[in-house]
Structures are given as structure tokens and as C-alpha cells.
């Protein structure tokens, strides 16, 4: 299975996902401030993939430590530093959280012992995502109808997660039982994760798929074209407010307008229970430079204003259902998640 | 004022906009098959511009004509050439008509009396559209409040017209009128008219803007920082839908969704009276390589299925106004259009 992200020997090996699809570059990594890096240069991106990413970075740096007495000040600035490198996905302080509480369970223990634990737990994660995705992939297919074509935006595929995907785990999964046509694959600019990675995952498995402009999606749905729309998502409010790639809220509108049903799928790790709805969830602003180079070339005129939220919110009354590994969330969505974080 | 064309001397020149916004280059072009290829590869593009294009292409072939017994043959395959470039703005076959109405006028008068007037009604449409343009821009302006924010896709500045602008027209009398806070420009995949021509017009300008991707107009629109959305148009119905760049119908069922006016900026010769509703447009369908291509540097993985619509059509009920030069257009449209044809 596809995997963006796994742990060798002491080091992580990462697929760098801003040389696809032309280079498939595995870089092996085994200083966390490196792998920070990559996050946030986004060469492994996608919320349960950047969760993934730093329980490894946790791992890496607890590696470094050969003095206990160095411990606990070596580990706060090991998660500060993981924890600094992109504001939205909530994956990943979920992911520290649950690499602290290992960290602190086994804070007395020998040296040697901590760090099993600490890989044990992270390879935990790993594998859980993996599993996730596939109950997921096999809840979403089963609200499809036959012969579905599914819109998606950005990449919610294998290299966003532990593998197989969230949302391009419902395709696939939708595909393995014969129910798919094809998938319409937004090129979902500025950072092209469409056209570059999900159109990679799809090609790879031989799934049918069309490229399109974003901006394209509503004509295709007004035509009768589209009779879904599934994407992943970044960070699931306590209402089901659901931030994800920058777009989604346009297309969760254009749905809505044509009557399309619209569908987030996520593991229960990005539901982010202690924040009430959307408004409160932190919109990374990324660089000018995404929207006025493409791969290096200046497309636009030098020195202009330009604004780039990285992602959007789309309101929970926008939302057909929220696909989980622990099931299909329905409206309304603040008992269904109260139910699911805490039953 | 900027032009993106002009008459001199028995040739054309016109800004190569493919080369905008780096370089501006103006070609010198003599030969109509020159000017047909140049219309085709959007050297030269916008509904009125095309107009404007063919008009003086008409001219520059009979141009070349110098026996008269070849006069009939030749002019058929002149306005055929210029014709068959693109199928969607109806401002091309408009100019045709026109410039054939005179050849038919002049067909007996000796040959460079109908090459002179030929020159004539071509500069005469030129003429008219830089007038179309700044009234359609005074009735728009009178439109907007106060410190107004205004998003538009593609260009439909002077670039796209003979001159000054239709959208842009509105946005240049507001923002000459105090009343304009700063135009939101979409960058307008796949060919980035926005990133590359409105942005740079407007820089020319000094008129305040900021770029975005086209998939984050939806979320501006949810934060209230979109006042009004005005577009231009390559061909209008009957019955009031309109045909405009890929994306525009989109960003018209966001602002019904948000309920922020959409505007429609466009000259009379946009309007196809002969059209009753907007299905009956031919929609262009341009290269795959526009999608997966960006300056030449390929951005998806090679051999897959691309669609690439050049224009949607937005549904006249979607419209809040339909700014002619002749007056603000407003629903029931189909007898407001009627009245400005034949009134």
C-alpha cells in the first residue's frame, strides 16, 4: 500500500510530495527539525498524514536525547518545534497529545524503554489511519449510488494519510465494488494537489478521472455531471463546521445550489471537540508566491497585493454527512459528534 | 487610452497578450490569416476586442484584393477564415455581419472606395466600443456604494474591448468617481486573464486590487468582503443568460448565496437576439495543455483526460443587472432585451 510517510532504522523515509508526479523522491529523514521543515514546506501534507509526521517527529527527537536530566526540556522543545509548523489541521496537536501522554506515562522509566514507547505509539497512529481509512472508504462507497461520479478537491488521497485515503479512500473503495464511473479531480491551485497528486494516486491505480480548472465545478454539476462531492478535511468544529482546502466552501455552495450531495470524510482524529464552530478555527495565510510563481515562473505582475487563505469553512448546514471509521455522522451534527468523541 | 488594438498604415498592431504581463509587445500584423491565427491563440481575446479584431481583419484582406472579378470569392473566405477562430463571443459574428453589410453596400463602387469604407466601419466599431464602454461604465458606477469592494474573473478591461473596459469600465468610473475601495481579481485558471492582464491594468492604473485564486472568491463572499461581482460577457441570450469565462457562473451562485448583486457588463452587440436561453450557446472547448501546462512547464502527470470548457453560462435569473450601454437591464429580462434591440 501507498504510503507517504514510514520509519526505518532510526530515521523517517518520506515520499516528497512537491516533486510529484513528475519525481517520485523518497527523502529519509532523521533530524525532527527537518522533518518540521518539510511540513511546512509541505513535502508530506494532508492533515492525517501531518499527524502521522510528527508522532515520527517526536520519535526522531527523543532518538537525539542520551541525558535524562536533558529529558523534559529537550521534549518540550522537540513538540514546540512540530507544533509551530501549520496552524489548521488538528491532526497534528492530537497527534502531540497522544505522543505527550505516552511521553509522560513513561517519563521514569530507562531512556531506551521511553523511546520504544514513544515509536510504538507513533507506528500505533500510523497503522489506526490506515485502518480508519478503510472503514471509511467502505462507509462512504455504500452512499454512493452506482455508477457514481464523484467531484473532489485537493488531495485526500493515500499521501494525505497513513494510506488509501479519506476522501479518495470513498473512491476507491467505491471503485473495488464496482460502483464508480469516474472521479472529477479539481486541479485545486494555488498548490496544484489535484492536478499533481490526487491525478498521480488515481493514475497509479488505474481509476478513471477527469482534470479540471476549479473554477469548472459548478458548470459540470449545473450539466448533471457530478452526483457527488467528497473531500477530507483539515478540522471538524464540536457543530460539524469543517475547515479544508481552500475551496471546498465553493463547492459545498455549488452542491447545495444543485441539489449534489456533499460529503467531508475524515477520521475522528480531526474533529476538534473543544471548539464550538468554524469561526474559531485558525486559517493558515500562506506565501504570495504560491499564487504569483508557479514552479518558479512569475505568472503575475511583481509587487501586487495578493491574499492566500490556505483553507476554508464550510458551515455544517452545508453538509450531507460527515463520514468517520466509527460511521456516518448526520445532522444534527452536534449531538452525532458529541456522541462519537465521547460514547 | 490603452487599446489593445489599432489601425495604421494598411496593418494591425495589436499587444500580444499571451506575453502580458512581463513583456508588452506589440505586433505589426498585415496579413488576415495572421490576424485569424492571433485571434485563435488569444494573442488578442475578449468579446469586444474580438469584434474589433475581425472588423479590421475584413478590411486587411480585401485589402490585398486587387482584381475585381476575384472580390466575391474572396471576401466569402476572408469572413470565413475569421469566422471559424472562435465559436462563443457573438460580437465577432456581429462585426461580420456588420463589415459584410457595407462590402454588399460598396460592392459595385470602384475598389479602393470600398476599401475606404470598409476601414471606415471598422474604425467605426472600434470607435463605438470605447464609448459603449465608458457609458456602460458610468451606469455601473451609479450601481455601487460607497467604498465599494468589487470582485471580477478573467478581464474585461481595456484589453478585452476596443478600449477603457466593460467590467473594468464600471471599476475605472467608481474608482474615478471616489467610490471604489479595491477590485478582488481572480486569477482566472487556466489561462490566468486575471493574474496576468486585469492585474497588470490595474497596476498601469494605480487602482487598488488584491489577487486571489478563483476558489477563494466563495470564501471572501462568506466574510463580507465582496460588495458587488462584475463580469463581462461573451454572448447573452434572449432571455438574458449569458456566456462569460469558465468560472463566472460559479461566482454568480455564490453571490445569489451570500446576496451580493452580479453584474453584468457588456456592450449591445453582446446580446444574441437570436438565441432564446442560454443552452443553445456554443461553448468553446479549448487544448488540455492550458489545464496541465502552465508557461510551457507541465504541472500533472502526462496522458490523462482533461476537460476544458473555455466559458459557462450563468442562468438569467442569477443576474441582478445587465449594464448596456444603452442602460441598466434589469429582469424580467427577456422583455428589457427585446426593448434595447429593437427600441
Redesign the interface.
Known sequence: MLTPISYRDGAVELIDQTRL??DVVTLTIADYRELADAIRTMKIRGAPAIGIAVAYGVVLGIQEVEDEAELDGRFEEIVETLRRTRPTAVNLFWALERMTGVFYAHRKADLPILKKELLEEAKGIHDEDIEANQRIGRYGAELLPDGATVLT?CNAGALATGGYGTALGVVRAAWEAGKLAKV?V?????R?QG??LT??EL?QDGI?????????????M?KGEVDAVTVGADRIAANGDTANK??T???A??A??HGIPFYIAAPVSTIDGSIADGARIPIEQRDHEE??Q??G?????T???????AF??TPADLITAIITEKGVLRPPYIEAIHDVLHC
Open positions: 508526479p513528475h478537491h472529477v479539481d486541479e485545486t491551485r494555488p496544484l492536478a499533481r491525478a498521480w493514475k478513471p478521472f477527469e482534470l479540471i480548472t476549479d473554477s469548472a465545478a459548478g458548470s459540470f449545473a481552500v475551496g466552501y465553493s463547492l455552495v455549488l447545495h445550489h499564487v504569483t508557479i514552479q515562473a512569475q505568472i503575475a505582475p509587487g501586487i497585493h495578493v491574499r492566500n487563505p476554508d469553512v
